[in-house]
């Protein structure tokens, strides 16, 4: 049960620091998105000519397509962001209640589907990719342990039956002393 505790609280410290990089990242779109939205109402633009043809236009449209972008990318982070947290939550409550299966699964929910959406929309190759697909799979593995773990030691989520007649038995040999 140790090692049960101790796998999920390492996926579980994963999981919080992964909370925490998406809502800097998330800050940080919010600000660019802000940025870019005061680019397009102010002048900047104005005046940019190549070969006496004006691109003022072409530069303000083009910041309001990436402004706009970049705040759907910041919504769908911030759901991503809030998810994180309730599942960080949740997983405490879970490993202090004993129940390290249920927090395995949750793990393996959340960080599978996480992975797949990575590796179904990111299209790059190399150092990159691999340390994201082994940073998104770790915690996998990691409940994947704890799932299989086959020690003798019962959590809270077993059926009771063993775990009662163990009670029951060290009952009988304290009432005889």
Request: net charge negative; aromatic share 10%.
């Amino acid at each position: 049960m140790e090692r049960k505790k101790t796998l999920s609280l390492v996926s579980t410290i994963m999981m919080t620091i992964y909370a925490a990089l998406v809502t800097i990242f998330n800050l940080w779109m919010f600000a660019m998105a802000a940025v870019l939205g005061q680019l397009v109402g102010s002048s900047l633009t104005k005046g940019w000519m190549v070969d006496g043809t004006d691109l003022g236009p072409l530069a303000s449209s083009t910041s309001a397509i990436a402004s706009t972008m970049i705040l759907v990318v910041a919504f769908v982070l911030l759901i991503l962001t809030i998810t994180l947290i309730v599942a960080t939550v949740l997983s405490y409550k879970f490993i202090g209640s004993g129940k390290f299966t249920t927090d395995a699964w949750m793990k393996i929910v959340i960080f599978g589907i996480a992975f797949l959406v990575f590796v179904l929309t990111t299209n790059s190759t190399g150092l990159m990719a691999f340390c994201g697909a082994v940073f998104l799979a770790l915690p996998i593995g990691l409940s994947v342990v704890v799932i299989c773990d086959d020690s003798k030691d019962y959590d809270n989520e077993s059926d009771g039956s063993e775990s009662n007649e163990k009670k029951e038995s060290i009952k009988e040999q304290e009432e005889q002393l």
